[in-house]
């Protein structure tokens, strides 16, 4: 933990109720409620994996809202930093394909944590945190909330990680990519996945070229996610490839991502080089694959090393 109880990691974004279903969203009848979004996902990743985590966001004056601030303080995220209302908790359903196919249908326009703004990230301890945790699905909410993201990576004097997370549904690909530009030069490490993200927001669906595109836009360093390709990662002159670390069970591919970013970054601000922050972070990725939904199945910082020194 940081001097004078600051947290370790900050995420700042928006927890959703989540409704899962072992089919594609075509035919499926019973969903499992559970409660999920790339924010809370990361945060209690993180967490796990052994961090002082808070989470920076608004829920709504609901009964989901209570539900969320109390999920998230069961898996170990401190919840000083979920205000309340107004607005309703946003929540999503989604599909879930072994393969990693999903559909996903999001219920959070209006919601609460789409009013996240600036302000929100100056009376949150962001400055301060060893490590602070962005989303471009954060910044496809609403205009306040992008505005919020820049802020933060501008006020952050930790290390920054951006996941782009493109989501074709909730922003376009030219909004999303003014978002990059302006918080790439402010970020330590940015994590954009090959060929989603790439495609989308640097016009290839090349690991290596997609790399230098965003060191050019100014990133310090980018690990670029190949899902079993691997990990392609550049920091300076530095280039190389680490392998992705085998799932022993897939179930659903949900959350995934958010596990890779959570663990990552918590490793980062605990100290970890950056070789072996990502390969902790793809250790709890693919612990997260054997579990439904994005908080199914979270790994403990003892599991990642386990797996890691198993491999």
Not at 84 to 91: I, L
Request: aromatic share 4%; charged share 20%.
């Amino acid at each position: 933990m940081t001097g004078d109880g600051v947290p370790d990691v900050v995420v700042i974004g928006e927890p959703l109720v989540e409704f899962s279903a072992a089919e594609p969203l075509t035919r499926a009848e019973t969903f499992r409620l559970s409660f999920s979004g790339d924010a809370l996902n990361a945060a209690v990743a993180a967490a796990a994996a052994g961090a002082h985590v808070a989470l920076v966001t608004r829920t709504g004056e609901d009964e989901f809202g209570d539900r969320l601030v109390d999920f998230a303080a069961r898996h170990g995220v401190d919840t000083r930093w979920m205000w309340r209302g107004p607005g309703h908790s946003g929540a999503y359903v989604v599909g879930a394909d072994p393969l990693g196919t999903r559909a996903f249908a999001y219920l959070r326009a209006g919601s609460a944590a789409s009013r996240l703004c600036p302000a929100d990230v100056d009376r949150a301890p962001v400055a301060g945190a060893g490590a602070v945790l962005l989303s471009g699905i954060t910044a496809a909410l609403s205009e306040s909330c992008a505005a919020a993201v820049v802020h933060a990576a501008e006020q952050a004097r930790g290390t920054v990680v951006y996941d782009p997370n493109f989501r074709g549904r909730l922003t376009t690909p030219g909004d999303a990519r003014a978002v990059l530009a302006k918080v790439a030069p402010r970020a330590s490490l940015i994590l954009p996945s090959c060929p989603a993200d790439t495609s989308a927001l640097l016009d290839t669906d090349d690991p290596e070229r997609a790399a230098v595109a965003c060191l050019d836009l100014g990133a310090s360093a980018v690990a670029v996610t190949c899902g079993a390709d691997g990990v392609h990662l550049a920091s300076g002159p530095d280039r190389r490839w680490l392998p992705a670390v085998p799932a022993t069970e897939i179930v659903d591919a949900t959350g995934a991502g958010d596990a890779f970013a959570g663990a990552l970054t918590a490793r980062l601000a605990r100290g970890a080089s950056l070789v072996e922050a990502v390969r902790g972070g793809a250790a709890a990725a693919s612990i997260c694959l054997g579990g439904q939904g994005g908080t199914g199945r979270v790994a403990t910082a003892e599991e990642i090393d386990r797996l890691l020194a198993a491999g």
